[in-house]
C-alpha cells in the first residue's frame, strides 16, 4: 500500500526523528539499492548493522554512505536479533522501523508503515504480504509456521498477526524501556518481539505492503534451528501468561479474604 501525498506531507510536518535500523549479513547485491531506495527525509537516520559479512558488503555501503547513516559492525556473525538489538541500542529518536536489505522490501513503503504509530493507532505496525502482495511463492512451510504462530497469539494474547514473521516493522522507541532486554538472538527474535510486546498489552497491527522476490543470494535461515527456538518461545510466554494470571488469581483471593476480615471486625466493634 503506497501512502499517498497528503500522507507523506503530514508525516514530514511532524516534528519526529526517525531511527532506520537494517541488519545486513553477505548482502553485497542488494545494499547499495536498498539504501539508494529509501526516501530522502532529513528525520531518517539509518543504522547498518553488519552481522560479520565476509563478502563486499562493506564496500558496497562506501559508494552510497553519507551524514545520514550510521554503519555499526560485529566482529562475528551473531544473529538476526542480535543485528537488530545492537541497532536499536543506537537509534535515535522516537520511532524505530526495520527492514531487511535482501531487497524483499520496499523503502517507498515506510511511510505506510510510520503513519499509525505517529497518529496513535497503534503501538507496533507489521509489513504484512498477507493484506497487500507478495511476488514469489512463499514456500509451505513458512505458511504453515506462521499460521501456527498466528493461531497460538490469537489464544494466548487475543492479538491477530497473520505475517508474523515480516521484518519490516516500525515501532514506538519508548516501548525499548518496557519489554524485555534479553531477546532471542537469532531468527527467533522475529517471534519474541511480538510475543513481548503482546505480553505488555501493546497494539499490534499489520499494514499491507508488497513483498519482491529475492533476486540475489539465498536466506540465511536455518530451519531446525527456527523451529527450535520458537518452541522454546512458545513454551516461555505459555509460562509467563500462566504465571501472570496465577499471580492476578491469587491477589483476588487475598483481596477478598482481607476485605472479609475487615468487615468480621468492622461488625464485631459494632456490636461492642
Known amino acids: 500500500m503506497k501512502s ?14 526517525y531511527s532506520i535500523i537494517i541488519p545486513m549479513y553477505n548482502e553485497e547485491h542488494t545494499i547499495k539499492e536498498v539504501i539508494k531506495s529509501i526516501p530522502n527525509h532529513r528525520k531518517y537516520k539509518i543504522f547498518i548493522v553488519d552481522d560479520g559479512s565476509n563478502d563486499k558488503s562493506l564496500q558496497k555501503l562506501k559508494d552510497c554512505y553519507n551524514q545520514n547513516i550510521e554503519i555499526v559492525c560485529h566482529t562475528k556473525n551473531l544473529g538476526y536479533g ?26 517507498m513503503e515506510i511511510e ?11 503501538d507496533v505496525t507489521i509489513g504484512s504480504r498477507y493484506l497487500g502482495s507478495c511476488n514469489y511463492k512463499v514456500p509451505l512451510y513458512t505458511r504453515l509456521g506462521e499460521f501456527f504462530i498466528k493461531i497460538i497469539m490469537i ?23 518496557v519489554i524485555d532486554n534479553n531477546l532471542n538472538s537469532g531468527m527467533g527474535f522475529t517471534t519474541e518481539f511480538l510475543f513481548e510486546c503482546a505480553y505488555h498489552n501493546l497494539k499490534i497491527i499489520e499494514i499491507p505492503i508488497n ?30 501468561k500462566c504465571n501472570s494470571r496465577f499471580k492476578a488469581y491469587f491477589m483476588k483471593i487475598m483481596t477478598n479474604k482481607f476485605l472479609n476480615i475487615l468487615y468480621k471486625l468492622n461488625k464485631k466493634s459494632v456490636k461492642q
Request: with cysteine; charged share 20%; hydrophobic share 40%.
Open 4 to 17: 499517498s501525498y497528503n500522507d507523506i506531507k503530514q508525516i514530514k510536518s511532524v516534528n519526529h526523528l
Open 82 to 107: 542480535a543485528a537488530l538489538i545492537t541497532g536499536f541500542k543506537h537509534a535515535m529518536g522516537d520511532i524505530i522501523l526495520t527492514l531487511d536489505c535482501d531487497g524483499q522490501h520496499d523503502p
Open 112 to 122: 505506510a508503515l510510520i503513519k499509525p504509530i505517529i497518529f496513535n493507532k497503534a
Open 155 to 177: 489464544t494466548i494474547f487475543h492479538q491477530k498477526i497473520s505475517n508474523n514473521q515480516s521484518g519490516y516493522r516500525c515501532f514506538r522507541r519508548e516501548i525499548l524501556n
Open 211 to 240: 513483498l519482491n522476490s529475492r533476486k540475489f543470494g539465498h536466506s540465511s535461515v536455518e530451519l531446525v534451528k527456527l523451529v527450535k527456538e520458537i518452541m522454546n518461545i512458545l513454551l516461555k510466554y505459555f509460562l509467563k
